[in-house]
């Protein structure tokens, strides 16, 4: 089992940055891809990004694109989600996990979430 923990939210004005990060435990994720996912207050939990389990492939969500970057570090079984240009819409507890696909939809593939990181955005 994978136990991933988030970390790096925090409170930052619109146009700002901030970088999250997860570090995995257990069984190394560095075999699977991986991603964040975001939920805001009275809204459902929403994908925000991906990435290959070798880092050379990375999908976004369009609001996020242009914006946000995924990358990960095998060797240090971490995965980061460097936000800029946040607005604040961006507001929402982020969460990271090992992912998969199925008909163009994103999802956990171990199914249970960590406590996530929460990211503010003033306007």
């Known amino acids: 089992q994978v136990q991933l923990v988030e970390s790096g939210g925090g409170l930052v004005q619109a146009g700002g940055s901030l970088r999250l990060s997860c570090a995995g435990s257990?069984?190394?994720?560095?075999?699977?891809?991986s991603g964040w996912f975001r939920q805001a207050p009275g809204n459902e939990r929403e994908f925000v990004a991906a990435?290959?389990?070798?880092?050379?492939?990375?999908y976004y969500a369009d609001s996020v694109k242009g914006r946000f970057t995924i990358s990960r570090d095998n060797a240090k079984n971490t995965i980061n989600l460097q936000m800029d240009s946040l607005k604040p819409e961006d507001t929402a507890v982020y969460y990271c996990?090992?992912?998969?696909?199925?008909?163009?939809?994103?999802?956990?593939?171990?199914?249970?979430w960590g406590q996530g990181t929460q990211v503010t955005v003033s306007s």
């Open positions: 996990a090992a992912v998969g696909q199925r008909g163009g939809t994103w999802y956990n593939l171990v199914g249970s």
């Open positions: 257990g069984r190394t994720f560095s075999n699977y891809a």
């Open positions: 990435i290959s389990w070798s880092g050379g492939s990375t």
